[in-house]
């Protein structure tokens, strides 16, 4: 099974995928920000302000679903030893660094109309910040020190250990009292959001996994040609 | 029309904030990857040339991946 990961065998697919996502990307951007900015109505208490949801929420999900990966991949690699998933979660993070952080930014610009304040130090809020610091501690043993097998065991217990920090954030509003709403939208029972809200969220959801996918798939790629330039010799 | 489109009843600098935070964020790490996937191929196509004929054409023919890169740094020079 683990073969089907091997960089060898699917260095082709990364680069016809590469073309395929860039080649409807753009298609997707329009339809989602129509939804978003002018097709979904405006909430009946937040107003139009309610349109910063559409890339608050889907940064959010995207920042917590890339840690979590990170984490599972990183249990598996401590068990299985597949040097493969350490180019996978190196690739992962810096898209999870990104979107954690447009998720607090854009937080804060809809705290300020909602809440009247751009900063608060509540639950949820707090946590988000945690995993910021817990992926520029997985970026940065990477990046300060030298030797791979090192920088690779630490960053792996940086995963593992941040992991601890991801149901904190997902019942952090259950089990404190934040200035966040509890969740909206549910995998199992049934959401209270209303269908008009929920289309555009998705959409703008997909758009963005669709970049999440482009910039992995360019930096898994640059890592296998700096694994592969570094052993040219022994091709 | 246009003027309440951009206003947004009053919230349109956080709204337009928002989304111009996210496009101007991911519109950067774009092309900052791009940059550096581009940079390795060109490497990776230099560190090829420094090999003798033989060598070279020894890791064209076992590696797929040389192979790629090497196509793929041809066509966007």
């Known amino acids: ?235 | 029309m246009i003027e309440n489109f951009i206003n947004m009843n009053g919230y349109g600098l956080f709204v337009w904030l928002s989304f111009a935070v996210t496009v101007t964020a991911c519109t950067f790490v774009y092309y900052k990857t791009y940059k550096t996937l581009k940079k390795y191929e060109k490497d990776f196509a230099k560190e090829l040339q420094k090999l003798s004929g033989q060598q070279r054409k020894l890791v064209l023919e076992k590696s797929k991946v040389a192979t790629q890169v090497l196509a793929s740094y041809n066509k966007s020079i």
């Not at chain 1, 660094?97 to 607090?104: H, M, S």
């Not at chain 1, 910040?129 to 997985?138: A, P």
């Not at chain 1, 030298?146 to 792996?156: F, G, H, I, L, R």
């Open chain 1, 1 to 235: 099974m683990f073969d089907l990961i091997n960089p060898s065998k699917i260095f082709y697919l990364i680069e016809k995928l590469i073309n395929f996502i860039n080649s409807i990307f753009f298609i997707f951007l329009l339809v989602a920000l129509s939804f978003a900015l002018i097709l979904s109505p405006p909430d009946y208490l937040q107003g139009d302000s309610v349109r910063i949801m559409y890339v608050h929420v889907p940064s959010a999900w995207i920042g917590l679903a890339s840690f979590s990966v990170i984490s599972f991949l990183s249990i598996i690699n401590f068990i299985f030893k597949i040097k493969n998933l350490n180019l996978i979660t190196k690739s992962i993070a810096p898209i999870g660094l990104l979107f954690t952080c447009l998720a607090i930014v854009t937080g804060s610009l809809w705290g300020q109309p909602t809440w009247g304040t751009w900063w608060a130090w509540d639950a949820r809020i707090t946590s988000m910040l945690v995993l910021t610091i817990f992926y520029l501690l997985f970026i940065f043993a990477h990046k300060l020190i030298p030797q791979e097998d090192k920088a690779n065991k630490v960053s792996s217990i940086i995963a593992i250990v941040g992991l601890i920090n991801i149901p904190v954030i997902k019942y952090s509003v259950d089990w404190w009292n934040t200035l966040h709403q509890p969740a909206s939208i549910k995998l199992t029972g049934s959401s209270t959001i209303h269908s008009s809200m929920l289309v555009p969220l998705l959409l703008m959801l997909l758009v963005l996994l669709l970049y999440c996918a482009l910039i992995f798939l360019m930096k898994y790629k640059t890592e296998i040609i700096r694994i592969k330039k570094k052993n040219i010799k022994r091709l």
